[in-house]
């Protein structure tokens, strides 16, 4: 990114759970992603989600909020007439659909899902989280919800997807709740293919990104690499 | 080489060409010596992220 420009970061702050259930990302993360992009100049770093329980709880529990404050984001509530409707000439069944404008309008958008289980989607990581800057009925999106879901990431692609999966809710997604259902992975993956970063996640749940519909759909409509045997891929390991 | 903005992205992308926008920015990024995936394992959060 350059100096003075905007950035909007966009964590999974969904739910009204403690970070160690793994149903919302990391707050350290998000804090640190805040950080970083200061750092880097940034002019303004915001900080939003469109939650499933009710925000004020889901901002505060999360630990998302005090964090991202703490480093020096704005940390917004969603506000109903912020959203905009956008035309998705290529989309196959959603042709169009409101987004926040914070989103459209921010130079950096960085999309910060954590993988977990989902009860409908089967995993939720950075293709799904955008669901949380869109507005409308969300439920028609689960229905036809690998076609759609591509059809949305069409209207607005991530500058970088960053996926926490330090603890990693495996089972009862995407609200959770025990601690049982959780492993601590220590890992995040971060890239600017939205396609690879999810396909790469898929493993962390023993899923063939090839038998995902929704990652064919996207490779195919050019908005991503799901072979990872032709991405351009770093692997860190700091315990070595 | 520099890469597309955010918003010259968003730009290029209005009306039919968004697939093919995309795909121009992915490879514009990659023909920039950018990486596409980075995975970082085995650090608290902070560190996770500050490895990328």
């Known amino acids: ?32 992603v805040v950080k970083m992009c200061k750092e880097a100049g940034a002019k303004r770093v915001r900080v939003l989600d469109r939650t ?8 505060k529990r999360s630990g998302i909020e005090a964090a991202s404050k703490k480093a020096g984001a704005e940390v917004r509530h969603i506000v109903k007439s912020r959203f905009k409707s956008v035309s998705i000439p290529n989309g196959e069944l959603v042709k169009s659909w409101p987004f926040y404008r914070d989103a459209l309008e921010a130079d950096v958008f960085i999309n910060m899902p954590i993988a977990k289980d989902h009860s409908i989607s089967r995993v939720t990581l950075g293709f799904k989280n955008i669901m949380g800057i869109i507005g409308g009925d969300r439920g028609q999106i689960h229905k ?22 330090y603890r990693v809710l495996l089972r ?19 890239g600017t293919d939205p396609v690879a970063v999810d396909s790469y996640a898929m493993g962390l749940f023993d899923i063939d990104p090839g038998q995902v519909e ?19 891929m770093k692997v860190v390991d700091l315990s070595a | 080489m520099s890469t597309l903005s955010r918003r010259e992205f968003m730009a290029k992308s209005a009306g039919a060409g968004i697939a093919a926008s995309s795909l121009m920015l992915s ?26």
């Open chain 1, 1 to 32: 990114m350059k100096k003075g420009q905007t950035v909007l970061i966009k964590p999974n702050i969904g739910w009204d759970r403690l970070p160690e259930q793994a149903a919302n990302t990391n707050p350290d993360e998000v804090a640190q």
């Open chain 1, 52 to 59: 499933c329980n009710q925000a004020r709880r889901c901002y």
């Open chain 1, 144 to 165: 036809n919800f690998m076609t759609k879901i591509v059809d949305l990431n069409l209207a607005i692609k991530p500058t970088l997807t960053i996926i926490d999966a």
């Open chain 1, 172 to 190: 009862n997604g995407p609200s959770g709740g025990n601690l049982a259902d959780v492993a601590e992975k220590k890992i995040v993956i971060a």
């Open chain 1, 214 to 232: 929704y990652l064919k759909n996207a490779t195919r409509r050019g908005l991503g690499q799901m072979d990872l045997s032709k991405v351009k």
């Open chain 2, 27 to 52: 490879q514009k990024l990659v023909a920039d010596d950018a990486w596409a995936l980075v995975v970082v394992k085995n650090g608290s959060p902070a560190q996770l992220v500050r490895r990328h």
